[in-house]
């Protein structure tokens, strides 16, 4: 069975500075696409980035960028310049073909401060 | 298109009651995904359809949920004999074909 691990539940960050986020995940399947969500207060889920696994570049949008360790079963989220707008829940999602369904962490508070 | 629409945005219901949710998708996915999220955990897997087709339902669902998408538009998501531990955000997604999923506002039961 898949599963997706966040081990870090709160983080804080400076507002202009860079924070990374990570992620760890386990399957046995070798095609698989790697999301981040965020879920600002209250409000709903969008994404941030997507990274398809057969592709060995990072994904990058903007401000946000992934360092995906495909071997590692790695994919963390980097921050830079962060705005107090980045403030919210975090999550990483997992999905494949296999299941069709995606796969959650239980998510990372991240909170950018003033 | 403005995205997944879920109504209503909040019901409070009394123990025991049934409760529907609706989820409309975006108009051209055809997959379409139920989740539920409590307070500070990500979301879990409920159930997912292909079309109208219900491929896949959690094993954590009772019996006493279902979830219909006839002709593969708009799904609903029913609870019967709502219980307290039911009370949750329930999140309807939807995707078309490797893309990813596109998240509505949710539903926020309330179990009292």
């Known amino acids: 069975a898949q599963t997706v691990t966040q081990s870090q539940p709160e983080m804080s960050v400076q507002e202009a500075e860079t924070v990374t986020l990570s992620c760890t995940y386990d399957?046995?399947?070798?095609?698989?696409?790697l999301f981040w969500y965020k879920q600002p207060p209250s409000r709903q889920m969008i994404l941030v980035i997507r990274?398809?696994?057969?592709?060995?570049q990072n994904a990058t949008e903007n401000r946000f960028s992934v360092n995906f360790q495909k071997a590692a079963k790695s994919f963390s989220l980097k921050i830079s310049d962060s705005q107090l707008g980045d403030t919210a829940m975090y999550f990483c999602a997992f999905w494949t073909s296999g299941t069709y369904k995606y796969i959650f962490g239980t998510g990372t508070r991240l909170k950018v401060l003033a | 298109d403005t995205g997944v629409s879920q109504n209503p945005r909040h019901k409070i219901t009394k123990r025991g009651q049934n409760v529907t949710f609706r989820c409309d998708p975006i108009s051209e996915h055809n997959r379409l995904y139920w989740y539920r999220q409590t307070l500070g955990q990500g979301p879990e897997f409920l159930t997912y359809f292909q079309n109208e087709a219900q491929l896949e339902k959690s094993r954590l669902l009772s019996d006493r949920f279902s979830a219909e998408r006839p002709k593969g538009s708009f799904s609903t998501l029913e609870i019967q004999r709502t219980e307290q531990g039911d009370s949750a955000m329930y999140l309807c997604?939807?995707?078309?074909?490797?893309?990813?999923?596109?998240f509505g506002q949710g539903t926020r039961l309330t179990v009292v």
């Open positions: 399957t046995s399947e070798n095609n698989y696409y």
């Open positions: 997604a939807s995707s078309g074909i490797d893309t990813e999923a596109f």
């Open positions: 990274q398809e696994a057969y592709k060995q």
